[in-house]
């Protein structure tokens, strides 16, 4: 399979050399290819008369029922005007989460994203951070590991062991819309997820047939190559084919001025066969990544070298959709499996090995919704879903560590909309085993509002949700605490946003949070490093976003984001790595046609990590974007642009200035 997923990259790889014509996915022949939409910055749109931008205002329609396109003078004149939106009637469509669209695939192209990671890097409410085993992980407003679910097209994609997933994995080919939620996972979307939601939408298997490739270089160095592509087979039947792989030569710096090549490589393979006729649906999805690379280590501190020699991802979910009469039916169904050894090293050289880790993981599970309107301003929905993880590890000295767990989760929701109101609430139970935790209930209610007299929507959210820990904080042989409880957050958050015909946006949100028994390492010594569950925390703090069309084709804009932490115990602070203080300016403008520039400036305040201090820092960064012809663009970044090379944790520093070329061409 490994043969097949690499052989894969270099024909992937050749479709930059030729072509026919380019176009946006899912875009009429009417409309500007993606190459000549200016890129996003915070939240600007891809294009002012972007379809893609109304759906951000609007109700998004479903994957399988797209809206009529709109000729050049129409989405012109939408974008023109002064519309308020009206709710009124709910229209007759599939169940929609309550995620809002953050990001659009051709958003994504303009600013030179290679993958989930760097696209999410893009939102100032996200931070997007190394972890400590190596790749990304996110935090939204002090929530991290599987407190933030990652769903790819409805599915959960958090590995089964560590409760995390490296949103570095995903090729950015295949991404089509990134929605998002600040406030906790609806119970009717299945357990976990106290702390937000994260949504990708990748493309879909029936469509118009086209291939987009995409090839990276930066001063790293390190080299890559994605592509996808999509064939109708039969009348009813297409196919998605992705594939991508990276290969990187990075010097990790080490103490004494030594250094260490980071030996990365990694091949990613993803396929989608979908049937679609009429009012059903059926996919079936498979995914493979394997990779290998070297952990960063301390760059001050002498601590040991993390080889992961073999690491492998593998996912299979298959997803129905049937509608009888009004009556709608989903099923959904994933298997996930994750092979990983690693090595520790006492010397650079890699000659001493101190430590070995196996660790064999799976999950396997399942969800079943229904929903059915109520007349034409509300609709009910039911929902089932379960969840097994189990893990095996084993290390150098014969010691094995086993741990399963099993979540079920049963909800209910209620949608109603009429005029400029909607009220979206959804309550159940999760039900744990083999955590020896009992039931608890949880919830979620979100009231919109958007008045007749202005491009004013108000939104108030309240929600109680909780997580079992992952299957590495109970069992990990080193830090692991079998007698950790669950993770519970209440979350209180309102949303008010001011839109004045496209050219003046403003944002603000301030939220609450109350959890307890947040997951961390204990900072007492008799512990010797294990992980613990916190008592009560208080969480506040605000989110704000602006931007402003100065000119045509000139833009400014920025975010602020304040966040404090206090634990009823131990007093301010309790949480590593969470900056009070962080806030972007960016400017974005096209000086001459057919090129834009983007400069963007990120502040992020001082930290804590491990009960060290982590000073502040500021970071610069360029992008230009140009299409050089109507099958190709091009994309130039720059990151820390003054190569100040901030200690984003203790004892741990960026490779500071990183030039980074893109080159993507695409085909229908």
């Not at 001050?300 to 009469?325: F, H």
């Not at 969840?387 to 014969?398: E, H, I, P, S, Y």
């Not at 131990?570 to 001459?592: M, N």
Request: hydrophobic share 35%.
């Amino acid at each position: 399979m490994f043969a097949r997923v690499k052989c894969l990259i270099p024909t992937l790889a050749a479709t930059l050399l030729w072509g026919g014509q380019a176009r946006a996915e899912d875009q009429t022949p009417a409309e500007a290819p993606a190459s000549e939409a200016p890129p996003a910055a915070a939240d600007v749109p891809a294009t002012p008369a972007s379809a893609d931008q109304t759906a951000t205002t609007a109700e998004p329609t479903s994957i399988t029922e797209q809206a009529p396109a709109l000729s050049d003078e129409e989405l012109l004149k939408q974008s023109q005007a002064e519309t308020i939106e009206i709710f009124d009637e709910r229209p007759d469509k599939p169940f929609d989460r309550d995620t809002d669209v953050r990001l659009t695939g051709d958003q994504l192209a303009a600013r030179g994203a290679t993958d989930l990671g760097t696209a999410l890097s893009l939102l100032p409410d996200v931070t997007v951070r190394d972890a400590g085993r190596g790749g990304f992980n996110i935090d939204v407003r002090g929530a991290r590991k599987g407190a933030v679910t990652i769903l790819i097209d409805g599915v959960n994609v958090t590995d089964p062991y560590y409760g995390t997933f490296d949103v570095s994995t995903i090729p950015i080919t295949d991404i089509v819309q990134i929605r998002m939620s600040t406030t906790p996972q609806s119970p009717i979307d299945g357990p976990g997820g106290p702390g937000g939601v994260v949504e990708v939408l990748t493309r879909d298997a029936i469509g118009e047939q086209m291939i987009i490739a995409r090839a990276t270089g930066d001063s790293l160095p390190s080299v890559g190559v994605t592509g996808t592509a999509r064939i109708a087979l039969k009348k009813y039947l297409g196919l998605r084919i992705s594939a991508g792989g990276v290969g990187g030569a990075r010097d990790l710096e080490l103490p004494m001025n030594a250094a260490i090549g980071e030996e990365r490589h990694s091949a990613t393979g993803s396929t989608r066969l979908e049937y679609r006729r009429g009012d059903a649906r059926l996919v079936l999805d498979g995914f493979l990544d394997s990779r290998h690379y070297i952990s960063p280590p301390s760059d001050t501190t002498s601590s040991s070298i993390l080889m992961v020699d073999r690491e492998t991802s593998a996912r299979v979910s298959t997803k129905g959709d049937l509608r009888r009469g009004k009556l709608q039916l989903q099923a959904q169904g994933w298997v996930h499996s994750l092979n990983r050894r690693s090595r520790y090293y006492s010397d650079p050289a890699l000659t001493t090995q101190a430590q070995t880790e196996d660790l064999e993981a799976m999950r396997i599970g399942g969800m079943a919704l229904a929903t059915h309107p109520i007349g034409k301003d509300a609709r009910w929905a039911v929902s089932g879903s379960v969840d097994r993880d189990n893990a095996r590890v084993a290390v150098l000295n014969g010691s094995v560590s086993k741990g399963d767990v099993t979540m079920f989760e049963l909800a209910a929701n209620l949608q109603y909309e009429k005029k400029t109101v909607r009220i979206d609430a959804a309550g159940g139970a999760a039900l744990p085993v083999g955590v020896g935790a009992d039931p608890w209930p949880e919830g979620k209610l979100v009231v919109k509002w958007r008045p007749r007299f202005g491009p004013l929507e108000v939104s108030a959210t309240a929600g109680r949700k909780g997580r079992v820990p992952s299957l590495r904080e109970r069992f990990d042989l080193t830090t692991g605490n079998p007698a950790l409880g669950p993770e519970m957050a209440s979350t209180g958050e309102v949303r008010a946003s001011y839109d004045i015909k496209d050219r003046i946006k403003l944002e603000v949100a301030p939220f609450y949070k109350r959890t307890n028994g947040m997951v961390r390492v204990s900072l007492d010594p008799a512990d010797m490093g294990k992980l613990t569950n916190l008592g009560k925390l208080s969480i506040y703090g605000i989110d704000t976003q602006a931007r402003v069309e100065i000119i045509p084709n000139l833009w400014v804009g920025g975010a602020y984001n304040f966040i404090k932490a206090h634990s009823d115990d131990s007093g301010d602070d309790p949480l590593d790595r969470l900056p009070h203080h962080r806030g972007e300016a960016w400017v974005q403008g096209s000086p001459i046609d057919k090129l834009t520039l983007l400069a963007r400036v990120r502040y992020f305040g001082d930290s804590i990590d491990k009960a060290m201090n982590v000073d502040g820092y500021t970071l610069l960064e360029a992008t230009a974007t140009a299409p050089i012809t109507k099958q190709y663009l091009a994309v130039l970044r720059v990151e820390d642009l003054l190569d100040v090379q901030p200690e984003t944790r203790a004892g741990y520093h960026t490779a500071g200035r990183v030039i980074t070329l893109v080159l993507q061409g695409q085909w229908q």
